[in-house]
């Protein structure tokens, strides 16, 4: 059987095939200079649903970072606070001893040894306050405002609650606690470091020998330098949490990098190889599209 092949016909063939030309064109364009794989899921459904599962990821990731970087500065901070605390501490022990010395120093020689005491122990209190963006590093979840403030009656409030922390998640399932108890660093009560310094003075003042209060003291040394090495501890693992975070950033930017971006090379050279096919194309149809009898019998 053959076939009838009409003008008309070449004519609707050339324009389908040129438009078709036309359209990848047009998308490889699209490509290039949006630098994109695809512009809609529908283009390619599989991909698509991988890039969003990569998003996500990244997402959640980007969250964990943020954890990461605050946790650490609560860690820094803590730190930092108990590291100047027990520096104070050793001081406070220190000029304990030297005014256990009775036989050496007069009641002035006391009497300037309890002031120095009296603004050591004012220091330990501000460092025992510290605070970042507003929440005190070593009062837990609580919102007073402070960690130790006096009572007025010669004691010190604790506004802590006992056993609540402050903790942030680093990944999936892993959570460090990034605040300190100051209860177990600076002590509560009578047993506190401000009112063990308290006694120090006092007895300074009334003439009591003072040597009995350096137990104390290096029993609340002994809990500073605990507590700061476990809070060392969960410093080296949060910074741990922050080398994994960064090598799965890049890890997961390079996966949705080769699923959702293209290859510039590799679409500059479709590129030009499809405008050579539109080109071609168009000097086809101009040959299809020529004069035809009807044009002659007019």
Do not use: C
Not at 35 to 42: H, I, M, Y
Not at 137 to 162: H, L
Not at 260 to 265: I, M, N, P
Request: net charge negative; proline share 2%; aromatic share 4%.
């Amino acid at each position: 059987m053959i076939s009838r092949v009409t003008a008309q016909t070449m004519t609707q063939a050339s324009l389908r095939h040129l438009q078709t030309n036309l359209t990848e064109l047009a998308r490889l364009q699209e490509q290039a200079t949006s630098q994109r794989a695809f512009l809609a899921p529908s283009d390619n459904p599989s991909a698509a649903a991988q890039t969003l599962g990569l998003h996500a990821e990244q997402a959640r990731n980007t969250q964990y970072a943020r954890n990461i970087d605050d946790g650490l500065a609560w860690v820094s901070t803590v730190d930092a606070a108990i590291g100047a605390s027990t520096a104070l501490l050793q001081r406070a022990r220190a000029l304990t001893l030297q005014g256990a010395n009775d036989g050496a120093l007069d009641a002035t020689a006391k009497e300037a040894i309890a002031v120095e005491l009296e603004g050591i122990r004012d220091e330990l209190l501000g460092k025992a306050n510290t605070s970042l963006l507003g929440r005190s590093v070593f009062a837990g979840t609580s919102d007073a405002g402070y960690a130790f403030r006096p009572d007025g009656a010669g004691g010190y409030d604790f506004s802590g609650t006992p056993g609540s922390s402050v903790e942030r998640r680093l990944s999936d399932g892993v959570t460090v606690r990034v605040d300190a108890d100051g209860a177990e660093v600076f002590g509560t009560g009578d047993e506190s470091v401000f009112a063990l310094i308290d006694d120090v003075v006092a007895d300074l003042r009334a003439g009591t020998n003072v040597r009995s209060h350096v137990d104390g003291i290096d029993e609340r040394l002994t809990a500073m330098l605990s507590a700061q090495g476990a809070v060392g501890a969960r410093q080296a693992q949060i910074e741990r949490a922050k080398e994994v975070a960064v090598d799965t950033s890049v890890s997961l930017e390079t996966r949705r990098a080769a699923v959702e971006d293209v290859d510039s090379v590799e679409v500059f050279v479709q590129l030009q190889a499809q405008e050579l096919v539109y080109r071609s194309a168009l000097q086809v149809t101009s040959r299809v599209l020529q004069p035809t009898l009807m044009d002659f019998l007019s």
